[in-house]
């Protein structure tokens, strides 16, 4: 099978989806298929490459319009598209992530073209604001002409099936993985003397509650032994800066900027407790490559996030201050409690703080192993204050390398690559589209997005004129070393 992953995001820039179509990639040329990478041109990274294994990837000279995406003109780039995916061969269009203009236009070539579609929703977008109503009306416009979608959690799909208004039989939930042997425990990293470093890794963004983070840290300011580190980059930055200045916290949180995704696992080993603080995500792959490196993890209860890891290893809280900090105070009773059982805490162990203003502060949770606690939890799932530290202490932290093995068990490329497989097989049986009926979905979306599909069919047609088939030159078919 020849396949064509394409997104506006793939190396060298870093991040989820990015990560996402490379390990795919990765597994499905180890399972003996053709993968081709299409993404457009960062600086001097631009032509034909080759990575790892002998991936292909062509890097096109295409302009950046706006966050790493290309500009969508329907006709600019159908030339180039054409002539990569027949002179590829290739059998399935892969496009990824709903931000991504360039796999938008891949996925309507590919159609016109006659050939199989699949795309991939990494994303969950609102309905209310004005950029999620156009990126919804984009990514409608696309799927009425895709075989086939995938979402990475089932959140994400009743999210897609809404906002794409698209049959739900037509769309799949295959996870995202991590590489469990690449992110592996390491307690050797952590402070010795009783510190417990909290790490957050993000882009510094709003979407991913950097605000809420702000709020949390400042709580800290008079519990010693407690240090945060900051993997990530973004407009926020400069919030935590002054975050960590107003409270004289330059000590005690080391903001690291933009970390290469190779040497994340470096900082995650060096934490005891990963904190998520994300309003939405679909899935959000940094949790689970946390719990890979044996961290307790705390995250918001948003999006697809109650949906990935099982309850011993993650603790819900709502989207708030209060409930953020009472579920680190949490994990914090929970790891020193363990520490002290198994003789690692030092005797110069610091009171626990109180959980908000006082005893009767609330501390809500949300899923997650907190709630599992006996004792203090109301019928709402709220712990109440002082009673949240007696309540969890006696919940154990796991191993970290069982943390591993459990993460491993669950998420692995090779079981998300032949679920993917599944879906190829499943839409080369299918029919190609007629144009009659690219047309007619197309049309339900709204009578003017035709003029997009008119364009680029007769740019295509006329291409087909100037540089018929016969004459393009397939690709020539590396060998592979055994």
């Given at each position: ?9 793939f190396?060298p820039?870093?991040g ?18 053709k993968?081709v990478?299409?993404?457009h041109?960062y600086g001097?990274?631009s032509?034909?490459?080759y990575?790892t294994?002998?991936?292909k990837?062509?890097?096109l000279p295409?302009k950046?319009?706006?966050n790493?995406?290309?500009?969508p003109t329907?006709v600019c780039n159908v ?6 995916l027949l002179?590829?061969?290739?059998d399935?269009?892969h496009?990824?992530s709903?931000?991504?203009a ?11 073209l006659?050939l199989?579609?699949?795309?991939t929703?990494h994303s ?7 950029s999620?109503a156009?990126?919804?009306?984009l990514l409608e ?6 075989n086939?979608a995938?979402c990475?959690s089932?959140?994400?799909?009743e999210?897609?099936?809404l906002r794409?208004?698209?049959?739900k ?5 295959i996870p995202?993985a991590?590489d ?7 307690p050797?990293q952590r402070?010795?003397n009783?510190?417990?470093?909290i790490v957050?890794a993000?882009?510094l963004?709003?979407r ?7 709020g949390v840290?400042?709580?800290f300011?008079n519990?010693?032994n407690?240090n945060?580190i ?6 926020k930055?400069?919030l935590?800066?002054e975050i960590?200045?107003?409270t004289?916290?330059?000590?005690r ?10 040497k994340?696992?470096d900082?995650l080993?060096r934490g005891h407790i990963f904190v ?6 679909a ?6 490559e946390?719990a ?7 995250s918001t ?5 109650p949906?990935?890891?099982?309850n011993?290893?993650?603790?819900l809280?709502?989207p708030?201050?209060?409930?953020i900090?009472g579920a ?6 929970r790891?020193?409690?363990?520490c002290?059982t198994?003789?690692i805490?030092n ?11 006082g005893a ?5 949770l949300t ?9 203090g939890?109301d ?9 949240a530290?007696?309540?969890n202490?006696?919940?154990?932290v796991l ?7 459990l993460?491993?068990t669950?998420y692995?490329w090779e079981?998300?690559?032949q679920r ?6 499943r839409?080369?049986?299918?029919r190609?589209f007629t144009?009659s009926e690219l047309?007619y979905?197309?049309?339900?979306c ?7 599909l008119?364009?680029?069919h007769f740019?295509l047609?006329l291409?087909?004129r100037?540089r018929p088939?016969s004459r ?9 070393k055994?």
């Amino acid at each position: 099978m020849r396949i064509c992953m394409v997104s506006d995001f793939f190396y060298p820039s870093i991040g989820g989806v990015e990560e996402h179509v490379y390990n795919l990639s990765q597994m499905l040329l180890a399972l003996g298929h053709k993968v081709v990478v299409l993404t457009h041109a960062y600086g001097d990274c631009s032509g034909i490459r080759y990575v790892t294994n002998g991936l292909k990837v062509y890097y096109l000279p295409i302009k950046v319009c706006y966050n790493q995406c290309i500009l969508p003109t329907a006709v600019c780039n159908v030339p180039m598209l054409r002539a990569v995916l027949l002179r590829e061969q290739v059998d399935v269009v892969h496009g990824h992530s709903a931000f991504s203009a360039l796999a938008h236009e891949a996925l309507m070539v590919g159609a016109l073209l006659g050939l199989k579609t699949v795309f991939t929703d990494h994303s969950l977008f609102g309905f209310a604001d004005l950029s999620a109503a156009l990126t919804n009306k984009l990514l409608e416009i696309t799927l009425s002409m895709v075989n086939h979608a995938i979402c990475v959690s089932h959140i994400g799909k009743e999210n897609t099936v809404l906002r794409a208004c698209v049959a739900k039989h037509r769309v799949s939930v295959i996870p995202n993985a991590v590489d469990t042997a690449l992110f592996t425990p390491d307690p050797s990293q952590r402070p010795k003397n009783g510190v417990i470093n909290i790490v957050v890794a993000s882009r510094l963004v709003y979407r991913k509650g950097i605000d809420l983070l702000a709020g949390v840290i400042p709580r800290f300011k008079n519990t010693p032994n407690i240090n945060f580190i900051i993997v990530g980059d973004g407009p926020k930055r400069d919030l935590l800066e002054e975050i960590r200045e107003k409270t004289n916290m330059q000590d005690r949180v080391e903001i690291l900027g933009a970390v290469e995704h190779a040497k994340v696992r470096d900082v995650l080993v060096r934490g005891h407790i990963f904190v998520n603080t994300s309003l939405t995500e679909a899935y959000c792959m940094a949790i689970v490559e946390a719990a890979s490196c044996g961290l307790q993890v705390v995250s918001t209860s948003v999006g697809g996030i109650p949906e990935v890891l099982p309850n011993n290893l993650i603790l819900l809280a709502e989207p708030d201050i209060e409930a953020i900090y009472g579920a680190i105070l949490v994990a914090i009773d929970r790891h020193r409690s363990t520490c002290i059982t198994t003789g690692i805490e030092n005797s110069t162990r610091r009171p626990r703080p109180k959980v908000g203003n006082g005893a009767g502060a609330a501390v809500r949770l949300t899923g997650g192993a907190g709630n599992d606690a006996p004792g203090g939890k109301d019928s709402t799932g709220a712990i109440g204050g002082a009673a949240a530290s007696t309540a969890n202490q006696a919940e154990p932290v796991l191993c970290p390398h069982r943390c591993n093995e459990l993460v491993e068990t669950l998420y692995n490329w090779e079981d998300v690559a032949q679920r993917t497989v599944k879906v190829y097989d499943r839409v080369l049986r299918e029919r190609a589209f007629t144009l009659s009926e690219l047309i007619y979905s197309v049309y339900q979306c709204g009578a003017w997005f035709l003029a997009f599909l008119v364009v680029g069919h007769f740019t295509l047609r006329l291409m087909d004129r100037w540089r018929p088939r016969s004459r393009i030159e397939f690709a020539h078919e590396a060998r592979r070393k055994p």
